[in-house]
Nanobody
Framework: QVQLVEFGGGLVQAGGSLRLSCTTSGGDFSTYAMGWFRQAPGKDREFVAG????????TYRDSVKGRFLISRDNAKNTVYLQMNSLKPEDTAVYYC??????????????????WGQGTQVIVSS
């Protein structure tokens, strides 16, 4: 059983930055593609970014391209989401997820095997 724990959420002004971290345990981290999703109140959970097992492949939703960066450190069993130029519409609970053997281009929620509990990000205008 793989467990994921997110860190780094908080309140930030528009234009600011935050870095989210997600640390895993209970599995071989390097065998999992990792993804970040988010869910705003009253909305469906949506894909934000994904990466393959070694960070060589990354995928982003269009609205965060050029502002967010996903990366991973397999030695630390951790995936990161660096979020820059934040906008109020980025406000959501952010979740990390793991997909065994994934490609790094996996955008569908149902493709992922394990999920963290989420961390709240609030961007004030």
């Amino acid at each position: 059983q793989v467990q994921l724990v997110e860190f780094g959420g908080g309140l930030v002004q528009a234009g600011g930055s935050l870095r989210l971290s997600c640390t895993t345990s209970g599995g071989d981290f390097s065998t999992y593609a990792m993804g970040w999703f988010r869910q705003a109140p009253g909305k469906d959970r949506e894909f934000v970014a994904g990466t393959n097992w070694n960070g060589g492949i990354t995928t982003y939703r269009d609205s965060v391209k050029g502002r967010f960066l996903i990366s991973r450190d397999n030695a630390k069993n951790t995936v990161y989401l660096q979020m820059n130029s934040l906008k109020p519409e980025d406000t959501a609970v952010y979740y990390c997820a793991a997909k065994y053997g994934g490609s790094g281009r996996d955008r569908l929620r149902g493709e992922y095997d394990y999920w963290g509990q989420g961390t709240q990000v609030i961007v004030s205008s």
